[in-house]
């Protein structure tokens, strides 16, 4: 539960050094973001990337389908599926080629559209609206231990 547009980037934060320490094996990092409009999707994507030491700030990028972003010689692609219709129009876009690159870390917002293509792997985080500053957010992944 957050509090704040803060508190949700501080938790993001944390994440995203327990990500870094993950054991890096043949695919990429991928992170599934569920919940409405609204829900605090993008606003934790923003202290995620500065958790992994993004330097450029992350918008929401409705209309932009992806966007890749540098860190320590790695990468971080934040993908918005808002108007994404059929999960192959990811595929035509080159999803395969991201997720087969042990060093990226994907993080895709409104995951449950293209849910077809999610990698067994994937940590999905669902965000609910609870009141104007409040948000519930759960974690579930099968790499995650308590
Ligand atoms: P989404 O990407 O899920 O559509 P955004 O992050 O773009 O959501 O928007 C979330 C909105 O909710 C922002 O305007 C943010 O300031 C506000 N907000 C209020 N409380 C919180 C909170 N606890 N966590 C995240 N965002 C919050
Ligand atoms: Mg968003």
């Known amino acids: 539960m957050t509090k704040s547009p803060s508190q ?7 994440l995203a050094k327990r990500v870094l320490k993950l054991k890096r094996v043949k695919k990429a990092i991928v992170l599934g973001l569920i919940g409405d409009l609204g829900g605090g999707k993008t606003t934790f994507l923003q202290g995620f990337a500065r958790g992994l030491g993004v330097k450029e700030k992350i918008l929401s990028p409705t209309f932009i389908l992806i966007k890749r972003f540098p860190f320590a ?7 918005d599926c ?8 990811l595929l035509d876009l080159g ?10 870390i994907i993080a895709i917002e409104w995951a449950d559209r293209v849910k077809k293509i999610m990698p067994k792997g994937a940590i999905f985080l669902k965000f609910e609206f609870i009141d104007k500053t409040t948000r519930k957010i759960t974690i579930k992944s099968k790499k995650w231990k308590k």
């Open 95 to 104: 999803f395969r080629d991201f997720i087969f690159n042990p060093g990226n």
């Open 82 to 89: 808002y108007r994404i219709n059929k999960a192959k129009e």
């Open 73 to 79: 010689k790695r990468y971080l692609f934040h993908l």
């Open 8 to 14: 949700t980037k501080k938790l993001a934060k944390s």
